[in-house]
């Protein structure tokens, strides 16, 4: 494939087919403001992701730098990535905060590079309408807390942090009250050596050789 070719796969589409790798981010638009994680990003994605997993086994990469966004399209990457039958490896810049720390817990494979930071939080709500109605959301809302939650205790347990704390005899259960007591306090931030410790990611690189 010629290079223009590939600029223009990768910057139209997110995807470079031959490297196998799909770039995570927001579509650009005529505001200046971010609109994190949407419904945009999450359809590109999930068909790059399909196209790749047809093609072969082979691993897959991908390239993420976002803020969080949208609880349904976040869900509907992470899905997708669960779903591959390929081994996938996420490598984050920036940021991974909201959503996006959720998306990347999907990863076989979890990177950092070195001054990406990392936030967790329940997040923010808004609901208007029928009394029911908003309680019904309301409760709804209190699931999708408890299904992060699973997601990052699920990671965590193995994080080098939880294992000096328990001496070995961590559990899903301990590390989720742990996470619930911590987010309780408000937005958690931590750096790209913290968020390894902890166990919600794999490791820092400082180079793209070390991908392999």
């Known amino acids: 494939m010629l290079d223009k070719d590939i600029l ?11 490297s196998r790798e799909i770039f995570l981010h927001n579509h650009y638009g005529s505001d200046e403001d971010n609109p994190g994680v949407e419904y945009k990003m999450a359809n590109t ?5 399909r196209i790749l997993n047809q093609k072969s086994t082979d691993q897959i990469i991908i390239h993420m730098h976002s803020v969080g ?7 509907a990457i992470y899905d997708a990535i669960r779903m591959s039958r390929c081994y996938v490896t ?4 920036g940021q991974v905060e909201s959503m996006s720390s959720i998306i990347f817990q999907a990863a076989d494979a979890r990177y950092l590079t070195p001054h990406t930071y990392f936030m967790s939080h329940f997040g923010s709500t ?8 908003v309680q019904n959301w309301i409760k709804y809302e209190k699931q999708i807390c408890d299904i992060m939650l699973d997601i990052y ?11 000096e704390k328990y ?5 899903m259960g301990k590390v989720k009250n742990f996470l619930n007591t911590k987010l309780k306090s408000g937005d958690w931030y931590i750096n790209a050596e913290e968020a390894v410790h902890y166990g919600f990611a794999d490791k820092i690189i400082d180079t793209w050789q070390k991908l392999g």
């Open 45 to 49: 994605f999930i068909k790059n992701l």
């Open 69 to 75: 966004g949208e609880w349904s399209d976040g869900m």
């Open 8 to 18: 223009n796969d990768v910057h139209n589409f997110g995807c470079n087919l031959s």
């Open 153 to 163: 205790a699920k990671r965590c347990t193995k994080g080098a942090y939880f294992e």
């Open 126 to 133: 808004a609901a208007s309408g029928e009394y029911q109605n």
């Open 90 to 93: 996420i490598v984050a810049y």
């Open 167 to 171: 001496q070995g005899g961590q559990t």
